[in-house]
């Protein structure tokens, strides 16, 4: 009886299913290591979104209620209860409720100014990129005026006009972040128009808008993603410093940035120091980490960098 040939035999467990299995995995945990900043990055970043949306399951306490007896309640690390683990504030409401429903109350400002951003500054930049001329003049000058207009201004007004609100506040944040996405995408939609396939679409009798949307603004989503990832980081520390300045979401709403005002008294305050660490420490972590997530996104997107991992 004939055998098989032992160099067929070796070409066929080559490519055997089990074989490339395992060498997808292998490939797939190098690129896990060599991104691990990011994967960091994005475990944190869920294990805070999960908190945000279940923070009223996590916590039994109120975050409007305390109790003036309870104030000033150390942490378990200073010897606290653990009823109260990261302690409590100046009129004696649970610490860890407050850092939670904070973590809500930033992300959503985040990702809801920069969805709004994202909206009014992709479509100009589009615009301005596609048709050239009279209104890429009209969008670049407002550009410019916006990005020289100081925003603490554009805050200053708005909440002066129409006050203090979480929907005034997304607005605020949402209108005054628009310009790097219209000139990013300008300047990309401008690249893309100059290639063959887009003459070619003209030729063909394409109109403007089905360029535009079928064939110019699907390659810009990996620009777009990682522009949006970095502005919502930008937004969340832009939040904070709105509601520090008593121009964010009035309380008793929580927000780290309004809890790092109220706590800055404790500041030199050795005992008491973790008052305003703690929210400061998470606007640094949240920040930090959607930046890792950007920059993970940007390698996996970018085919140069995707051919390096």
């Known amino acids: 009886m004939a055998t098989a040939d032992p160099t067929i035999q070796d070409a066929a467990s080559a490519f055997s299913p089990r074989r490339t299995r395992k060498k997808t995995l292998r490939q797939w945990?190098?690129?896990?290591?060599?991104?691990?900043m990011s994967v960091a990055g994005a475990t944190i970043l869920a294990i805070l979104i999960f908190i945000a949306i279940f923070a009223p399951i996590l916590s039994p306490y109120s975050y409007t209620e305390g109790r003036i007896t309870d104030r000033l309640q150390e942490p378990v690390?200073?010897?606290?209860?653990?009823?109260?683990?990261?302690?409590?504030?100046?009129?004696?409401?649970?610490?860890?409720?407050?850092?939670?429903?904070g973590a809500r109350l930033?992300?959503?400002?985040?990702?809801?100014?920069?969805?709004?951003?994202?909206?009014?500054?992709?479509?100009?930049?589009?615009?301005?990129?596609?048709?050239?001329?009279?209104?890429?003049?009209?969008?670049?000058?407002?550009?410019?005026?916006m990005m020289t207009f100081p925003f603490i201004l554009l805050a200053l007004a708005v909440i002066a006009v129409l006050g203090a609100?979480?929907?005034?506040?997304?607005?605020v944040l949402g209108i005054g972040a628009w310009p790097i996405y219209t000139r990013v995408v300008k300047f990309e939609v401008e690249r893309i128009k100059s290639l063959e396939y887009i003459a070619a679409?003209?030729?063909?009798?394409?109109?403007?808008?089905?360029?535009?949307?079928?064939?110019?603004?699907?390659?810009?989503?990996?620009?777009?993603v990682v522009i949006a990832?970095?502005?919502?980081a930008r937004l969340i520390i832009s939040e904070a410093f709105l509601s520090f300045l008593g121009l964010?979401?009035?309380?008793?709403?929580?927000?780290?940035?309004?809890?790092?005002?109220?706590?800055?008294?404790?500041?030199?305050?050795?005992?008491?120091?973790?008052?305003?660490?703690?929210?400061?420490?998470?606007?640094?972590?949240?920040?930090?980490?959607?930046?890792?997530?950007?920059?993970?996104?940007?390698?996996?997107?970018?085919p140069h960098q995707r051919a390096a991992l």
């Open 29 to 36: 945990m190098k690129t896990m290591w060599r991104l691990r």
């Open 165 to 171: 609100s979480f929907t005034n506040v997304v607005l």
């Open 248 to 302: 964010g979401v009035p309380p008793p709403t929580p927000s780290w940035g309004y809890m790092l005002q109220e706590s800055q008294a404790f500041m030199f305050t050795w005992g008491d120091i973790w008052l305003p660490t703690l929210p400061g420490l998470l606007i640094f972590i949240t920040a930090l980490s959607i930046n890792f997530v950007g920059d993970g996104l940007r390698d996996l997107m970018d």
């Open 77 to 101: 690390w200073q010897g606290g209860s653990w009823s109260h683990p990261l302690g409590t504030d100046g009129i004696g409401r649970d610490y860890a409720t407050r850092l939670m429903y």
């Open 229 to 232: 990832t970095v502005q919502v």
């Open 201 to 224: 679409g003209r030729v063909v009798g394409l109109g403007n808008w089905r360029l535009m949307m079928r064939h110019i603004m699907p390659n810009l989503f990996n620009t777009i």
């Open 106 to 145: 930033a992300l959503s400002v985040g990702v809801l100014a920069t969805v709004i951003s994202g909206v009014i500054g992709i479509t100009l930049g589009m615009l301005a990129g596609f048709f050239g001329r009279w209104v890429d003049g009209i969008i670049s000058t407002l550009v410019n005026v």
